[in-house]
């Protein structure tokens, strides 16, 4: 009897075993909406912009089943034909999702506890809602006045309030290091650091479950690439047309310093950092230092107008290919106003400079 009961009890533990491996292999979607109408539910994804469609299926009375597998968790869409999505942090697990046609606010999902953690760290970040708004309104009428000194104070702002919402959500990954989704708004905020240090950091938060997720092979793909642009070493060559269409490289600068200023027309960040590059421009031009502006436009129109209405002196280069500009991809630029300062000797001595610290950095090294 007891080598009976004795094997009983391993049959269960090897089924119990296989249900859990199952559970964490796959992944079934069960949906019940009210007043929702027949139709066809879609489950999509967005990739490079464009929707992906994973799999669709008709409802019945407000009922779903979507059942697969994913490669690792990642943010997906439960789309509905005649109008409605539902962001959903898609892991291996069984979940549930309940909601109402006529109050999408009543939307509540279980079993997925990367969408737990996708909901909270949303929640946090909506606390900053509020203050975006001001300092949105606060920057706009100070441009329509020209208050540089305001303008100043916006810009501020917002960087504080940027660094908040990054540790904010780096935090969350270093308290929950196996969790995609923390990753996930990691990366949201997060992709744009040149900072070595600050890659490195947020690197080690990942757990090692997030190892093979392609967020974790984008840092550090791109701590490789800001190691090659860091402080200490050889700018990239520019090889860009003038408005004029003469070509015009950062190496025939060699023996000046030169400020690289990533900029665009249709930055506003940008612009208001114009008048006090002129000022420093025309201050420090005859000390051996020179200007190199790249705009990201792709209007040539537009382009020079802001060159001309800024007063914009020093030399302008573009490829008139927006965000896909060669020097962006070589100096691995996805945020503008961004800027390098580059030694007479081609060497990268600082990078992110606002005007501010850019004079004082002259004043220091231009005497």
């Not at 923390?182 to 040149?194: E, G, M, P």
Request: with cysteine; net charge negative.
């Amino acid at each position: 009897m007891k080598q009976n009961a004795l094997i009983k009890w391993f049959v269960l533990l090897i089924l119990v075993g296989t249900i859990g491996c199952t559970n964490e292999s796959s992944y079934k979607i069960t949906g019940d909406i009210k007043n929702l109408p027949d139709q066809v539910v879609a489950l999509l994804k967005l990739e490079n912009r464009n929707w992906t469609e994973i799999a669709k299926t008709n409802s019945k009375n407000g009922q779903f089943e979507f059942a697969g597998k994913v490669a690792y968790p990642d943010l997906y869409y439960i789309s509905f034909e005649k109008g409605g999505r539902l962001p959903l942090f898609l892991e291996n697990s069984s979940i549930m999702v309940t909601s109402d046609n006529n109050n999408w606010e009543s939307t509540v999902i279980k079993g997925s506890k990367n969408h737990d953690m996708y909901v909270e760290i949303n929640s946090a970040l909506k606390d900053f809602d509020t203050q975006e708004w001001f300092l949105k309104d606060r920057y706009n009428a100070a441009r329509a006045t020209n208050d540089n000194i305001r303008l100043d104070s916006v810009a501020t702002a917002y960087k504080e309030m940027g660094e908040q919402q990054r540790r904010l959500v780096v935090e969350r990954l270093k308290n929950h290091p196996d969790m995609a989704a923390a990753a996930f708004f990691v990366y949201q905020f997060n992709n744009d650091i040149q900072d070595v240090d600050q890659l490195k950091e947020i690197i080690s938060f990942f757990g090692k479950s997030l190892e093979s997720t392609p967020i974790f092979n984008y840092f550090t793909d791109r701590l490789q690439k800001v190691e090659q642009v860091a402080i200490g070493c050889m700018a990239p060559e520019i090889r860009l047309a003038s408005p004029k269409g003469d070509t015009i490289t950062l190496s025939g600068l060699k023996g000046k310093y030169v400020l690289i200023d990533f900029w665009a027309s249709w930055c506003g960040p940008c612009r208001a950092e114009m008048p006090k590059l002129v000022k420093i421009y025309k201050t420090y031009h005859d000390k051996n230092f020179e200007i190199l502006g790249v705009s990201f436009d792709d209007e040539a129109e537009e382009w020079n107008q802001a060159i001309a209405s800024d007063g914009m002196t020093w030399l302008q280069v573009s490829d008139l290919k927006g965000w896909q500009s060669a020097a962006a991809k070589a100096y691995l630029v996805n945020l503008i106003p961004h800027t390098v300062l580059v030694d007479p000797n081609g060497v990268i001595v600082a990078k992110n400079l606002s005007s501010k610290t850019l004079e004082a950095k002259l004043s220091e090294i231009l005497k």
